[in-house]
């Protein structure tokens, strides 16, 4: 342990004034940060904080050291974080950060596998989490791009949507709704429909669903997640809200008859995140790629009443490549 590394570290505990939080901070132990501390004091022949059971404080000479040693911090972090970027632009990996629910939509498999066609030695790494965490990820620099839902305006992150779809409705073959192709929300009052708990979602709960509940539908809401929506309403025959049939469509209602809502209908989006920084290879092919894909989608207007015609999208595939 250099002297340097030892100066860094002292400027850590110096800004979070407690042992404990500066351990966190820097990932290492507390007993260990501490034995670094005392053999830097050590080697200057002088303390440099003041300790007591309860704070820890400068002593003068440490307040003296610690303007210097915080530029050094400052300047080691700006040296690594230069690096990393350095070995981001000749890497030949893309990390892409992707929300678990996202995986059906048709966009992100057309983009990952048309930039592949271009790119055949790149290698895309999948990372999946929740969209909060991706975009803190996004942030530290973790991954490269995410793929979230209901996306925000985040400083500093450039926002392109891929793909939208409104929210539509799947009922059982013998429902009263089941002929009339296309239906107001009003047809849904006082009619159960079985949806996740609001607690796991609240933004994406009240943007996509709360508006039909509001119209008088109720809602029955199952404990076990999205995956088990099909089965109860399979079970109890029930209409299902859906985003992205027929794409998303659940096997356990491959059945079900799929209607259009009318009126104002609450719209999905999907979108790709990216830090706002100089260009880099890679990451602005992948996003050239991904935004012809979402252009493409934004025109082709399928009927959504039709089943999934697999000839345009592997049309679209071909012409993107080509």
Same mark, same amino acid.
């Given at each position: 342990?250099?002297?340097? *590394?030892?100066?860094?570290? #002292?400027?850590?505990? $110096?800004?979070?004034?407690?042992?404990?939080?500066?351990?966190?901070?820097?990932?290492?132990d507390q007993p260990w940060l501490s034995r670094q501390i005392? %053999?830097?004091?050590?080697?200057?022949?002088?303390?440099? #904080?003041?300790?007591?059971?309860?704070?820890?404080?400068?002593?003068?000479?440490?307040?003296?050291?610690?303007?210097?040693?915080?530029?050094? $911090?400052? &300047?080691?972090?700006?040296?690594? %974080?230069?690096?990393?970027?350095?070995?981001?632009?000749?890497?030949?990996?893309?990390?892409?950060?992707?929300? !678990?629910?996202?995986?059906?939509?048709?966009?992100?498999?057309?983009?990952?596998?048309?930039?592949?066609?271009?790119?055949?030695?790149?290698?895309?790494?999948?990372?999946?989490?929740?969209?909060?965490?991706?975009?803190?990820?996004? %942030?530290?620099?973790?991954?490269?791009?995410?793929?979230?839902?209901?996306?925000? @305006?985040?400083?500093?992150?450039?926002?392109?949507?891929?793909?939208?779809?409104?929210?539509?409705?799947? =009922?059982p073959p013998g429902d009263p709704l089941a002929g009339l192709?296309?239906?107001?929300?009003?047809?849904?009052?006082?009619?159960?429909?079985?949806?996740?708990?609001?607690?796991?979602?609240?933004?994406?709960? *009240?943007?996509?669903?709360?508006?039909?509940?509001?119209?008088?539908?109720? !809602?029955?809401?199952?404990?076990?997640? @999205?995956?088990?929506?099909?089965?109860?309403?399979?079970?109890?025959?029930? !209409?299902?809200?859906?985003?992205? /049939?027929?794409?998303?469509?659940?096997?356990?209602?491959?059945?079900?008859?799929?209607?259009?809502?009318?009126?104002? =209908?609450?719209?999905a989006k999907y979108a790709l995140v990216r830090r706002e920084?100089?260009?880099?290879?890679?990451? *602005?092919?992948? /996003?050239?790629?991904?935004?012809?894909? &979402? &252009?493409? #989608?934004?025109?082709?207007?399928?009927?959504?009443?039709?089943?999934?015609?697999?000839?345009?999208?592997?049309?679209? %595939?071909?012409?993107?490549?080509?």
């Open positions: 342990m250099s002297n340097l *590394d030892r100066l860094i570290r #002292f400027s850590v505990v $110096a800004e979070e004034m407690s042992f404990s939080k500066a351990a966190r901070r820097l990932n290492v005392q %053999q830097l004091e050590a080697q200057m022949g002088f303390p440099l #904080f003041v300790r007591s059971t309860r704070r820890v404080s400068l002593t003068d000479e440490g307040e003296a050291l610690f303007a210097s040693a915080h530029e050094l $911090a400052e &300047a080691a972090e700006q040296c690594r %974080q230069s690096s990393r970027d350095l070995m981001r632009m000749h890497s030949q990996t893309l990390v892409l950060g992707v929300n !678990p629910y996202t995986f059906w939509v048709p966009a992100r498999k057309l983009a990952i596998e048309t930039f592949q066609a271009r790119h055949p030695r790149v290698t895309i790494d999948i990372v999946s989490n929740y969209s909060a965490r991706l975009i803190s990820k996004l %942030q530290k620099r973790l991954i490269d791009v995410a793929l979230v839902g209901q996306p925000c @305006e985040f400083p500093g992150l450039e926002t392109l949507i891929l793909y939208s779809s409104p929210v539509s409705l799947l =009922v192709g296309k239906v107001p929300m009003s047809a849904l009052a006082g009619r159960e429909i079985p949806v996740t708990n609001p607690k796991l979602n609240p933004e994406r709960w *009240d943007m996509l669903y709360k508006p039909f509940f509001e119209a008088g539908a109720h !809602p029955m809401i199952v404990s076990e997640g @999205e995956t088990a929506v099909p089965f109860y309403a399979r079970d109890r025959a029930l !209409p299902v809200l859906t985003v992205g /049939w027929p794409h998303s469509e659940q096997g356990a209602l491959a059945d079900f008859v799929h209607l259009d809502i009318e009126g104002d =209908v609450p719209v920084e100089p260009a880099r290879g890679l990451l *602005d092919h992948f /996003w050239q790629t991904a935004e012809r894909v &979402a &252009a493409e #989608f934004a025109v082709q207007q399928l009927p959504l009443a039709k089943p999934v015609d697999r000839s345009v999208d592997l049309a679209l %595939q071909h012409a993107l490549v080509a």
